[in-house]
C-alpha cells in the first residue's frame, strides 16, 4: 500500500509538470502522512541533514569550473585541436565535433553544457560544409552525452552521495566507457559521411600544424590531469578538486587566455547559483524520499518482486536496463538518479552488481535519454543552436542512439569495461 500510494501521487505530479523537487517532497508527505505514524516533521529535518555534506559541495564548484572555462575561450582551442587530429579523415568534421565533445566532457560535468560549448561552433562549420543540418544537431547531441560520463561528472557525484560510495572511484571507472562511447560515435560519423560522400574538412595536417593545436590547448587539456591526479595522488578530496578546478579556470581564463573579464565571471557564478539551486533543492527533498523508501521497506519488496519475476542475472539486468532507458525519455537525469539509485540499488547488490558498476550502468542509461525525445534536453539545446527542428534532429539521432545502447549492453555484461582500469589503478 505504502508503495502503490508513494509512485502513484510521484506519477501523476511529473504527468502534471510540476518540479521533481516539488514532486517529491509532496509524493513522500502525503504517503508519509497517510500510511504511516511518522512525523512530517522528519521530511524537513532529513532535507536539510541530506544536504549537510561535504561531497555534495562539489557539485556548485564542478559547474562553475565549467561555465568558467567555457567562457574562457577554452572549448575554441579545443575544437582547434580536434581538428588537427582528425578533421582529415572521412566525415572528419563531425569526428571533429565528438572529439571536441570529449575534450570538453572532461572539463564540464554535463551534457547540455557540452552540447551548448561546442555546438555554437561546430554545427554552423558543418552545415557550411554541406552537412546535413540534422545530422550536423544529432552528432552534436549524442555526442554531448559523453559530459556526464567522462569524469569530472556532476550526475555521478550525485550517484555516489545517494550511493555512499567513493566519487574518485566512480570517476576512474567513467574514464574507459566514455571513450568507448565516443569511439563508437566515430565510427557513427565514418560510416555517415561515406554514405552521403561528405569530404573531409582538411588535408593530413603536418606535426607542427598538431603540435602548434596542442600547445594552444594544453592549459585546457591539463584540467583532467590536474583532478584525477589530485584525487588519487591523495593531494585533494574530489571535493576539494573541483575548488582547485575553479581557481585554476580562474587564473588561465583571465591571465593566460585573457578572454575571462569581470563581467564573465559574475555571469559564471550567477548561472551556477541559480542551476544548483534547483539541483540542492532536488537533493534535499530526495535526501527525505530515500529515508521514506527505507523505513517503509519499499526496496525490500521490489528487489523480491524482480528477483522472483526474473532468476537469471542477465535477464535481471536486461529488465532494469530497458526500464532506465524509457524513464529517461521523460525524467531529468539528475532526478532520476536521486530518485531509482535508492530502489534498484539493493536489487542489484542481490545479484553481486558493484555499486559502482551499477552507477556507471545507470548514468549511461540515463544519458540515453539526453536524446531520447519527448524529454531529450540535448535534442532541445542542439535544435536552439541550429535552428532544426526536434523531429528532425530525432530522426537523424537513431544511428548514434543504436551505438549508445550496443555500448551500454557491451559496459551492463562485461564488467571489465569500468571496473578494470579502477582494479589496476587499486
Not at 508513494?6 to 502534471?16: G, P
Not at 555516489?160 to 562511447?181: E, N
Not at 530502489?343 to 540515453?368: E, M, R, S, W, Y
Not at 528532425?392 to 545502447?405: E, G, Y
Amino acid at each position: 500500500m505504502e508503495a502503490i500510494i508513494l509512485f502513484s501521487i510521484l506519477i501523476i505530479t511529473i504527468a502534471l509538470s510540476i518540479p521533481i523537487g516539488i514532486t517529491l517532497g509532496l509524493s513522500t508527505a502525503l504517503a508519509m502522512y497517510f500510511t504511516s505514524d511518522i512525523p512530517l516533521l522528519m521530511l524537513a529535518q532529513k532535507s536539510v541533514t541530506g544536504l549537510d555534506s561535504f561531497p555534495l559541495l562539489a557539485i556548485p564548484f564542478f559547474i562553475l569550473a565549467g561555465a568558467l572555462m567555457c567562457g574562457g575561450g577554452i572549448s575554441r582551442r579545443l575544437v582547434n585541436l580536434a581538428e588537427a587530429l582528425v578533421g582529415f579523415i572521412t566525415g572528419g568534421l563531425a569526428m571533429v565535433t565528438v572529439l571536441a565533445c570529449m575534450f570538453f566532457a572532461a572539463i564540464s560535468g554535463s551534457g547540455p553544457a557540452t552540447v551548448s560549448a561546442i555546438g555554437s561552433f561546430m554545427i554552423p562549420s558543418m552545415k557550411e560544409r554541406k552537412y546535413d543540418a540534422g545530422f550536423a544537431a544529432a552528432i552534436t547531441a549524442a555526442a554531448g552525452t559523453i559530459g556526464v560520463i567522462i569524469p569530472p561528472s556532476i550526475p555521478f557525484v550525485i550517484y555516489c552521495v545517494v550511493a555512499q560510495c567513493s566519487i574518485g572511484d566512480m570517476f576512474i571507472a567513467g574514464i574507459v566507457p566514455g571513450l568507448i562511447i565516443g569511439v563508437a560515435l566515430m565510427v557513427v560519423c565514418y560510416l555517415t559521411a561515406k554514405k552521403r560522400h561528405y569530404v573531409s574538412v582538411s588535408e593530413r595536417p603536418k606535426f607542427s600544424t598538431v603540435w602548434k593545436a596542442f600547445k594552444d590547448a594544453f592549459w585546457a587539456l591539463l584540467v583532467p590531469v590536474i583532478i584525477l591526479g589530485g584525487i588519487y595522488g591523495g593531494i585533494f578530496t574530489p571535493t576539494e578538486a573541483a575548488v582547485v578546478a575553479v581557481v585554476y579556470s580562474v587564473i588561465i581564463g583571465k591571465f593566460v587566455y585573457k578572454e575571462l573579464d569581470w563581467h564573465g565571471i559574475y555571469d559564471c557564478l550567477r548561472t551556477t547559483g541559480l542551476i544548483n539551486g534547483a539541483t540542492e533543492f532536488m537533493i534535499g527533498l530526495s535526501m527525505a524520499f530515500a529515508s521514506y523508501l527505507a523505513m517503509a521497506q519499499i526496496p525490500v519488496h521490489v528487489a523480491e518482486w524482480l528477483t522472483g519475476f526474473a532468476h537469471n542475472p542477465v535477464v535481471l539486468l536486461l529488465i532494469i536496463n530497458i526500464f532506465l532507458l524509457i524513464i529517461g525519455c521523460f525524467v531529468d537525469n539528475i532526478a532520476a538518479v536521486i530518485i531509482l539509485t535508492p530502489i534498484l540499488l539493493p536489487v542489484v547488490k542481490t545479484i553481486g552488481i558493484d555499486p559502482i558498476h551499477f552507477g556507471l550502468i545507470i548514468t549511461v542509461n540515463l544519458a540515453c535519454g539526453f536524446i531520447s525525445p519527448p524529454y531529450g534536453i540535448n535534442l532541445f539545446v542542439a535544435s536552439a543552436i541550429s535552428g532544426e527542428s526536434i523531429e528532425s534532429i530525432s530522426k537523424s539521432i537513431l544511428p548514434s542512439f543504436i551505438a549508445m545502447v550496443l555500448c551500454l549492453m557491451l559496459f551492463t555484461y562485461f564488467p571489465v569495461f569500468s571496473l578494470g582500469l579502477l582494479n589496476i589503478i587499486r
